[in-house]
């Protein structure tokens, strides 16, 4: 079973701290993907990887980086956190198919103060 | 512009069939995905259509139509665990970035 874990389920912070929010995976997936999720909107792609130390921009990477020095590992970072980055942050990875799926990791509840 | 459409909530009854639709416009096409989420859980699969028509599996269908920017995702014998959002997803282009844009997903509720 291909399996996607997150560092944090829940995470507080205060505003203008630097949050690292990591992302492991363990089927040597080529492709892994950021995304925030918020009601009415939907899941959006922050920033996505399809190789080691590659990344691309998604739909809305201002205020994030991310970091991938290792294929099973993807690091989301905001820089100075801010209140309007209190979201769900979902991780997934997928194999470079494209009929393949995305798996997903279960989901960190970041809340900026 | 990418653009999914699909409907915010719907109620359905234990044992029932419920059709859930998505629609979409978007730049290219190369698939689509439907995906399950319950609350506070992450997305899991469902299937993925990328020709015309029906693909079954169990209890769940999903049905395609390129030439109308068209889908739904029926889901057969409702079980109160059917309660969760369901999440449309196409993938555009052919980049091999498999870059997916998703609808805001359409939350159903399985009553007795």
């Known amino acids: 079973d291909v399996k996607v874990t997150q560092s944090s389920r829940y995470l507080v912070k205060r505003t203008g701290e630097k949050v690292f929010l990591e992302c492991v995976q363990d089927?040597?997936?080529?492709?892994m993907f950021w995304y925030r999720q918020d009601p009415g909107l939907g899941l959006r792609l922050i920033y996505f990887s399809y190789d080691v130390k590659m990344k691309e921009k998604g739909d809305i990477p201002e205020g994030y980086s991310v970091s991938r020095e290792k294929k099973e590992r993807f690091s989301l970072i905001l820089e100075s956190a801010s209140t309007n980055q209190t979201s769900m942050y979902l991780c997934?990875?997928?194999?470079?198919?494209?009929?393949?799926?995305?798996?997903f990791g279960p989901g960190t509840r970041l809340l900026v103060l | 512009g990418q653009n999914i459409d699909q409907p915010t909530e719907m109620t359905a009854t234990e044992g029932a069939i419920v059709q859930i639709n998505c629609t979409y416009q978007t730049s290219g096409f190369n698939g689509l995905f439907w995906y399950q989420q319950h609350a506070g859980e992450a997305p899991t699969f469902l299937s993925y259509n990328v020709l015309d028509g029906l693909e079954e599996k169990g209890r769940f269908s999903s049905f395609l139509s390129r030439s109308k920017g068209y889908s739904y995702l029926l889901l057969k014998e409702l079980q109160m665990k059917d309660s969760a959002s369901y999440l449309c997803?196409?993938?555009?282009?052919?980049?091999?970035?498999?870059?997916?844009?998703f609808g805001t997903g359409t939350r159903l509720l399985v009553s007795p």
């Open positions: 089927m040597d997936h080529e492709n």
């Open positions: 997803a196409v993938l555009p282009q052919d980049t091999g970035f498999q870059k997916l844009v």
């Open positions: 997934a990875s997928s194999s470079r198919t494209n009929t393949e799926t995305q798996y």
